[in-house]
């Protein structure tokens, strides 16, 4: 069964429904701060972004504003559910820069060298992105000088993590701004 097909489960959906709310929530931005995050994560105008694992779009909304009228964010993730409430908030956000696209991020289907930056929060490690999977897939999609930010959840896997990236010889860690590491394409 394809990735995709799973998202689409009624049975997976039911099971993502409460860490979407818990990760939707607002009362979430008292404790992580969506702007400030995404500020670290280096986003600038016009740029095409790629949010892989956007859940119910805690980053979303921000991230489409910050990036503007003349860039644009693809929103990612497998789970149907999640991706009506990206959509439901994009809607009621009137912003017409907002892509929502239900895909495997390990054959994301977008062009090579297509994206400035890729945004991998609280999505790694999981056991349906690999990271000797995903990272090749990131490399392809990214133009080259890309750059690809990472927020490690939780906290106990950063040391794994980060030991793994450079191991991949296709990322240079460009810096860490608070609990964001942001990387460059070789």
Known sequence: MKIEEWGKSKILNLIFK????LMGNQIRSLFMNPEKMLQNAELDASQTVLEIGCGPGFFTIPAATIVGKNGKLIAMDVSTGFLEAVEK????????NVDI???DALNTGLSENSIDKVI???VIPFPLLPLDKLLPEVYRILKPKGTMSVWLFPPLITYWVLKVIPQTNLFDLL???GSIYNY???
């Open 18 to 21: 409460p860490a979407g709310f």
């Open 89 to 96: 908030k994009v809607k009621k956000a009137n912003l017409k």
């Open 101 to 103: 696209m239900q895909k």
């Open 120 to 122: 991998l929060f609280g």
């Open 175 to 177: 810096n860490k701004n």
């Open 184 to 186: 460059i394409r070789k």
